[in-house]
């Protein structure tokens, strides 16, 4: 309906802050590499097992990038795909289902568009079956230019997921032989080899996990390590072909990796005490970004993954009007809106299915009444961004952009 349309105009008008804020356009005309990996959760980031770190080659990155600390995983039916979806439109997964099924033929404004009207070749690439998620689908209505998949690639050499995956090695040097460089290029990487149940890391050794070996737990660390080890060859090589200075690079995770019957073990292993409150604040996914011009620092911001696209955008001086999201290094307020309707910032978490506010640090029940104004103007967000998928927006309504 037309008011409806209003509504959605409306929303876009009050959020758009035309992207003036600190670093915008630094990273303008730069090469974009986005890295997703596989079941990365924020916990890894730091820690020690035995004395050695999980993930050491991130761990370093992180001393010469802006890393965000806490970005809550906001996916929902859509799993790996809503993460994808989310970095590249910045909407939410759709209400029931999945966006990349649902609404594989609406029109978007992705970051792929925008950077293919400045000019970039724009790759999208996963080593798996293309059809899988409908990625084949998806890719093309968010406007990349080629799809590389498992079926442009060798299997040369399988590890993780039942140890029949390409491994992320063989993942990363084959995409980036395919990318043509003559011109500035946006890849998008969606890595495999840390995909659950993590079993192919059973019998491996590559990381020493002392009493979590063969269990879940353990080989998840180990399927995680070799994720980070991939992406420390990765990084050395784009060092020697000159990419490393000249890209914004971005890594993140793209959901959970230990599902609810290994708390027990995980709360043990970093030392928290279980409970419903700590477990949700475990459902993090580490951020990181790196660009020569940007200064190293840790931003703890609370944020989801519905920021990363537009903190992208302000970094490289593209238009921010489409976005739900926003641009975690600009915000005065910290949220989190996830699907289910829960929200969380750094004074409550709001946990829907009880209709319950808790203090964030205490986790101290709060008075729900007083926080009622609060709750209702951040999940007004999940019904924009429903109106915009479900009426195909932005194919029908006209925007002088
Ligand atoms: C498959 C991979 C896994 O292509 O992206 O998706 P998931 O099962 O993690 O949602």
Partial sequence: SSEEEQDIRNYLDKKSNNSVGKYNSIAKGKNLIV???????EFVIGLKVNGKEVTPNLNKLLNESVYFEN??????????????????????PAKEGTAYFRFATNTFKSLPMMLKEAGYNTYAAHAYSPSFWNRTE???ALGFDDFISQSDMVLDEFIGWGGWALSDDSFYRQTLEAIDKSKPFYAFL????????????????????????????????????YADAAIGRFIEKLKKEGLYENSLIVIYGDHHGLPKDQAGDLFSLI????SKLEWAKLQKVPLIIH??????????????????????????????YFV????????DKGYAILRNGSVITDEFYYFSDENKVYDFKSG??????????????????????????????????????
């Fill in 271 to 274: 030392n928290v005490s279980n």
């Fill in 35 to 41: 890295i997703q990996v596989e079941a990365l959760q």
């Fill in 190 to 225: 969606v890595t495999l080899s840390s995909h659950h149940p993590y079993s192919y890391f059973n019998d491996k050794d590559n990381f020493d996990v002392g009493k979590y070996d063969k269990t879940y737990l353990g080989n998840y660390l180990k399927a995680q390590n």
């Fill in 324 to 331: 739900l999201g926003k641009d975690l290094l600009n915000c």
């Fill in 138 to 140: 998806m890719y093309k």
């Fill in 364 to 401: 101290k029940e709060l008075d729900r009444a007083a926080y009622d104004e609060e709750i209702k103007r951040y999940l007004e967000d999940l019904r924009i961004s429903d109106l915009i998928l479900e009426k195909d927006a932005f194919a029908k309504m006209k925007f002088d952009r």
């Fill in 291 to 320: 660009y020569p011009g940007l200064e190293s620092q840790v931003v703890e911001t609370i944020g989801g993954q519905m920021d990363i696209g537009p903190t992208i955008i302000n970094l490289m001086g593209l238009d921010d």
């Fill in 71 to 92: 970005i809550y995983v906001q996916v929902a039916g859509g799993n790996t795909s809503d993460a994808e979806f989310m970095t590249n439109n910045s909407l939410y």
